[in-house]
């Protein structure tokens, strides 16, 4: 048997053994490859091809040109067709420009992309009759998922790995291949293939994750360390799958009413559940109403939840038009069919707006995930010794709490924010304020406002505003203290 016979074996048994464990294809499927033109998508492509007789599949080729690199992508389109018309399997593609998209939407470069392109690939599908995505994920990409989860603090959830099928539509048939393994299929094979460049851009975490932390790991740690957290992906997506089954019963007994986009669930029943139990209830109740998590983090789970102990009322908005009541005894989620506040000119992110409609027990923890920071608020006393009170830096507040009326709001900065500053007669923008102060582009994009009845009453870990300063009279002050990640 030739070397090029044994990668070729080789190749077929780990693809052949992931289709059959998950049960990826029946017989008469038609399958849409995600065909990028680089070495995955073409090894991918290669592969089922020869495997399509076998499991009687019928193929497609789909090719999303982002149009980020300019020429490099139309050369990349051309090459993917040109391969899918060399093989004889019907070709799909369109140009679509990601750079706007992201910018309309908001969304990072990568996450941008990702969302386009796998609404491409449906859209093909759905078109033409294809039964089965494939995508050319593999055993490298999963473990690199794996440490971008673990350097972010995600869960088991987001340690779990790539899911070898998803929605049984989604399929990965090289999930059990390292990239390694391409490589020497793709040159023994002698298969063309194309580069993308922005592979190697290592302001992109993934990049920096494959191209250093990775390599150094297998050097200096584990050779098989590939391996070694795909296997511990695999471990926690089954355990996962176990829990989650566990959690659908828990959830059941605290729902109490759910529609599309507003679920109520019971506080009596939801915090009585272990930790654990009551953060996946909470998140799947969350899932439920705005159709996913993103932009929803452990910090938000956590604040929602510290609340339902303080006893009284509250009302957070969150991202995703979100809106978290406390009404009674029941949790509300629901998901507005308005924006919250205006962010349509809101100034670069992060962007966030914490509000608080009626007055809750103190002392209170807000963790502003967007900016890693920590804001606790308490109610004191006061004494009249305002002196005092100068003893405290310029990160916390110490408010008169008869003039911080509800509702209050902890917010990013909105363009034409005004507010007077503690000793000046008149008002000033926030902006201006800011460049006085000598604050970099950087700091005055990650600032935020305490406001109170939509007036600013303290730019955070700066200045007070006249209106709202502790004085003489002051019974009690409001307390709050901007503690930095």
Not at 314 to 336: H, N, W, Y
Not at 461 to 478: M, N, Q, V, W, Y
Request: proline share 4%.
């Amino acid at each position: 048997m030739t070397k090029n016979t044994k990668i070729l074996d080789l190749m077929q048994r780990h693809v052949t053994e992931c289709i059959n464990e998950h049960s990826m294809f029946n017989s008469g499927d038609s399958v849409l490859v995600a065909f990028s033109g680089g070495p995955d998508s073409m090894a991918l492509l290669d592969v089922l091809a020869r495997l399509a007789p076998d499991y009687g599949l019928s193929l497609g080729a789909a090719h999303l040109n982002h149009m980020l690199r300019g020429p490099e992508s139309d050369k990349d389109q051309a090459f993917a067709e040109g391969v899918a018309k060399q093989m004889g399997i019907p070709f799909y593609t369109k140009k679509f420009n990601v750079k706007k998209y992201k910018t309309e939407n908001r969304l990072s470069e990568e996450e941008a992309a990702r969302t386009v392109r796998y609404e491409f690939f449906e859209s093909v599908a759905t078109e033409h009759g294809f039964n089965r995505i494939a995508i050319g994920h593999n055993k490298d990409d999963n473990a690199e998922l794996f440490l971008m989860n673990l350097l972010r603090g995600s869960g088991p959830l987001g340690l779990s790995g790539i899911p070898p099928i998803r929605d049984d539509r989604i399929v990965r048939p090289l999930m059990r291949v390292t990239r390694d393994e391409i490589m020497e299929y793709i040159q023994e094979q002698k298969l063309g293939y194309v580069v993308d460049s922005t592979n190697f851009d290592e302001k992109y975490l993934r990049n920096k994750i494959r191209l250093k932390l990775l390599p150094g790991l297998a050097d200096q740690y584990n050779p098989r360390i590939i391996d070694a957290l795909d296997r511990l992906a695999t471990i926690l997506k089954s355990e996962e799958d176990w829990i989650n089954s566990e959690i659908e019963s828990l959830y059941s007994q605290v729902l109490v009413a759910h529609q599309a986009n507003r679920v109520e669930l019971s506080i009596d029943k939801l915090i009585v559940l272990h930790q654990a139990a009551r953060r996946r209830v909470l998140r799947k109740g969350l899932h439920h109403v705005k159709g996913d998590l993103r932009r929803i983090t452990f910090s938000h789970v956590e604040t929602i939840l510290s609340l339902l102990t303080k006893g009284r009322a509250f009302t957070l908005d969150m991202p995703g038009q979100l809106r978290i009541e406390k009404a009674g005894d029941l949790l509300v989620l629901e998901k507005k069919d308005y924006p919250l506040r205006d962010t349509a000119k809101m100034e670069k992110a992060p962007v966030f707006s914490y509000t608080l409609h009626e007055p809750t027990d103190f002392p209170l923890t807000l963790q502003l995930s967007e900016t890693g920071n920590r804001i606790e608020i308490t109610v004191e006393d006061f004494n009249g010794d305002i002196e005092g009170l100068k003893k405290f830096g310029p990160r916390t507040a110490c408010l008169d709490f008869a003039r911080a009326t509800f509702p209050l709001t902890i917010r990013s900065i909105a363009p034409g924010d005004k507010f007077s500053p503690i000793g000046m007669k008149g008002a000033i923008k926030v902006n201006r304020f800011f460049i006085n102060e000598k604050m970099t582009r950087q700091q005055r994009s990650r600032a935020g406002v305490v406001t109170s009845q939509d007036k600013i009453a303290w730019v955070i870990g700066k200045r007070i505003a006249e209106p709202f300063k502790a004085d003489e009279s002051t019974l009690k002050i409001l307390k709050i203290e901007l503690f930095l990640a």
